[in-house]
């Protein structure tokens, strides 16, 4: 049963092979088989079970969609009302969601069955899931590797085949390089496309809402029940959501890609060059043409990122201040005492990094300096897809540098840990479409291509993705759990 597409099952339910619950049961069960991995953060058994008996009820009286019945799970920085909604962090361990984040709420309306919350960095603060303070998410490929973040349980959970699809934020990679580092597929929308309302905050300008699947066509499928206009996220725009799945396969004759001459250098990783021109050849045999293009800003993309996250993320997690909600000390001696040790006692080392240099580049007297650089800096960036996008209709990069690296292997040095998502923060940047899909395996361990579009073009970023799914296998192919 776990190794359906979203459209098999909704056929099997259909025709009463399994019901809901028996599905459900069947994820639960693996869930907790594969306990080991980390994925999830909390288990809401009861909740969806009793999500998968309504769904069975839908589907009996004929009304039901293509999500009706189908176990998936949200990141845990989606609100869930009632359940335990933590961001990763020990700030949020005791935090029940009082409401649900849009999209929860959109799931739940169209009968999806959520199995529960899953691991994260630290209010999505990293690349490997071991900022979290449930610890790291196992890569289920090889589990001394890290699983990829901040969607690393979103990542894990797909590859394991533990939830037929998940959701995941991306602030500046974090859909598409746990999905490279797992061999899944993930897209990341345009920015404004799928309501933040409900997604704990982490840099407003950058956060964006998507899917995680083993394919394209499961992504589509899931996305076109997140996306689209919420009044209560003043960011999300009023454009109407096309058919994601009308297109999927049409031709891609006559398509342009372009190859950013920036990131196909000779310091490109051989075998990552290699798969990639695998890929490459795989659209050339498609129809597709493809063209030399150049971002000459693109070096600046992680400097500037990592002043406007920061600065960002300085301001938003201010609410959490040991009073209204999240963790507090004990036996604060005033309310100074209070904020510092709540604050100091519940985030780890990387978020308090990250509010201290965000502290700083806000500050009098370096704000010229640091964050209005780096914005005019991300103008130039923005410029400069704009620019090769006006000439083809995609660009093709890596998701990463390498496959996986080991857990503990890069968490002495920050910066290193930085360039993870040397190739994918720049999208956020520029608020573009981009998506993941596996393409090969360096030494077993999957890497993935990203697929960048123009402004709204999610349509044709699933298409193209689609079609490479069509001719090749490396999205069907799943680890070995023992
Ligand atoms: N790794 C990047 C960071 O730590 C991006 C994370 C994300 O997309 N949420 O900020």
């Known amino acids: 049963m776990h190794n359906k597409t979203i459209s098999e099952l909704a056929q099997s339910l259909r025709a009463k092979e399994f019901s ?9 069960n693996r869930v907790k088989q594969h306990a080991d991995l980390n994925a999830f953060i909390t288990v809401t058994e009861d909740l969806a079970l009793h999500a998968a008996q309504a769904a069975d009820a839908r589907i009996a009286s004929g009304n039901a969609e293509l999500l009706t019945g189908i176990p998936m799970a949200h990141k845990d920085i ?12 020990k700030m949020l361990d005791n935090f029940i969601a009082p409401y649900n984040a849009t999209i929860v709420e959109k799931l739940n309306a169209v009968g999806a069955v959520n199995l529960g919350k899953l691991n ?18 196992k890569n289920p490929w090889n589990k001394n590797a890290v699983s990829g973040g901040s969607s690393g349980g979103s990542a894990a959970a797909v590859a394991a ?90 031709p891609l004759a006559g398509l342009k890609i372009g190859l950013p001459k920036e990131f196909f250098t000779a310091d490109l990783n051989a075998d990552m060059a290699a798969t990639l021109e695998t890929a490459i050849n795989e659209y050339k045999k498609l129809g597709a043409e493809i063209k030399e293009v150049s971002m000459p800003n693109l070096k600046y993309a992680i400097p500037a990122y990592y002043v406007i996250a920061s600065a960002e993320c300085s301001s938003n997690l201010s609410r959490f201040d040991g009073v209204r909600f999240g963790y507090r000390c004990e036996n604060p001696a005033d309310l100074n005492d209070l904020y510092t040790r709540s604050r100091g006692e519940a985030f780890g080392k990387e978020v308090k990094r990250r509010i201290l240099m965000g502290t700083y580049a806000l500050s009098a007297g370096y704000y010229d300096a640091y964050y ?25 990069s890596p998701v990463t540098p390498t496959p996986a690296f080991n857990i503990g292997e890069k968490l002495a040095n920050p910066i290193e840990m930085y360039l993870a998502d040397i190739y994918t923060i720049a999208i956020n940047l520029a608020g573009l479409p981009a998506m993941s899909i596996p393409a090969g395996l360096i030494n077993g361990l999957p890497v993935g291509l990203q697929v960048i579009g123009n402004y709204f073009d999610e349509a044709r970023l699933l298409n193209v993705a689609h079609a490479y799914q ?10 070995n759990l023992g």
Not at 120 to 137: L, Q
Not at 372 to 396: C, G, H, M, P, T
Request: hydrophobic fraction near 35%.
């Open 161 to 250: 085949q533990l939830a037929v699809c998940t959701t995941g934020s991306d602030t500046g990679g974090s859909i598409r390089q746990p999905a490279a580092f797992c061999g899944i597929t993930g897209i990341k929308p345009t920015y404004g496309r799928v309501s933040r309302y409900g997604m704990i905050a982490y840099a407003s300008s950058l956060d964006q809402g998507g899917s995680m699947a083993r394919s394209a066509e499961d992504c589509a499928i899931l996305l076109q029940a997140m996306a689209g206009f919420d009044a209560k996220d003043s960011t999300s725009v009023d454009a109407p959501v096309p058919d994601y799945c009308a297109d999927l396969n049409k």
């Open 372 to 396: 209005l650089k780096a914005q005019q800096v991300r103008r130039l960036i923005s410029e400069d897809f704009k620019n090769a996008l006006n000439d083809v209709d995609v660009i093709f």
């Open 20 to 28: 809901s619950v028996e599905l459900t049961q069947h994820f639960l």
């Open 120 to 137: 994260m960095d630290e209010f999505a603060m990293g690349s490997s899931n071991e900022t979290s303070f449930y610890g790291a998410v």
């Open 470 to 479: 069509n001719v090749t296998d490396w999205h069907k192919q799943s680890p």
């Open 78 to 89: 989606f609100c869930t009302q009632d359940v335990k909604t933590t961001c990763g962090s």
